[in-house]
């Protein structure tokens, strides 16, 4: 991580530095159109991020986001020269080809330079801390506008009014994603500079070790109720019947009663909204797609199987079946 080698980058000689890693989350190839609307929030998300810390900024430029082969990717330059300029923070430093290279310009500011943005770095910490204690607000709101939305018809005239409520609501929570992200980003490549030279392998796998801490990982709570369903299921053969009967289309109504239909219920209350590549808009949810999730069930139940790709999010099959 940060480490890089290229026989042509120069990233000293270039105006900016494009970075993927903030958008992890969205694993897609994106379409124009979904690519179109992600960058634009994510554009109004950095704007109001250092709006809020009173930076003075009048916009966040057009080529912070830039799409690369359909995938995002950030200018990490210009966030990192904000910093610079409002509260000093010392840029990230990559290194490329062995030699550490800073990804902007940066001095240790004097005395007097450090009163002032000593107090910008308070502003910094008290936001973070602000839109921790505001997220149960900001995700109730999230969640009453996409109720809405999903009782829409989705005619033209209501594509039309999505799309624009989307730009005011989006950016609120992606707003405090990237805040909390970016920080962090900060800490990890903090961490991993301080590591001496010659001894960074087992360092860095123990600086790994402290970050990767999977307890409440909400993907390994996917996985784990997944496999308690396909435990479940193959204990019962009236439930292997059932799944391999395809009644994805009704499965509320078909599915035999019992511990299995109320787990079942429970993980698309949890997780129906979740799609095959987050955030591309063409791909229909696993509410709207259950066969995706019960298919992921009838798969774990085979865990010699290593023929088929997981069918929720088709990375190469696993032991399991499914990824973890």
Known sequence: MYDYISENAAPTGNPTLYTRSYFYPFVSVFSPFSYSVLAEISRRAWFHYYTKLGTG??????????????????????????????????????????????????????????????????????????????????????????????????????????????????????????????????????????????????????????????????ELTLTDDILALARLAAADSTLMAWLGEHTAANWPESVPPGPFAEKLRRLFADFGHWATGVGEMAHPTWKEEPGLVLSAIVACQKPGQRTQACPLCRCPPTTAGVCR
């Open 57 to 218: 900024i009048g916009f966040a430029p057009k080529t912070l986001i830039r799409n690369a082969d359909g995938r995002p990717y950030l200018d990490l330059k210009w966030i990192c020269e904000q910093d610079v300029a409002f509260a000093g923070l010392e840029p990230p430093v990559l290194r490329l080809n062995h030699m550490p290279v800073s990804v902007c310009p940066w001095e240790k500011p004097g005395l007097v330079a450090g009163f002032r943005l000593g107090r910008n770095q308070k502003k910094i910490a008290d936001l973070l801390s602000t839109l921790s204690s505001e997220m149960p607000a900001i995700t109730a709101r999230m969640q009453k506008w996409h109720g809405k939305v999903m009782s829409m018809r989705w005619t033209q005239a209501e594509i039309l009014q999505i799309m624009e409520e989307i730009e005011r609501f989006g950016p609120e929570s992606l707003m405090a994603y990237f805040a909390a992200r970016h920080h962090l980003e900060r800490a990890h490549n903090g961490l991993v500079n301080l590591l001496p030279s010659g001894d960074g392998a087992h360092r860095l796998h123990l600086i790994n070790s402290a970050l990767s801490d999977l307890d409440g990982l909400i």
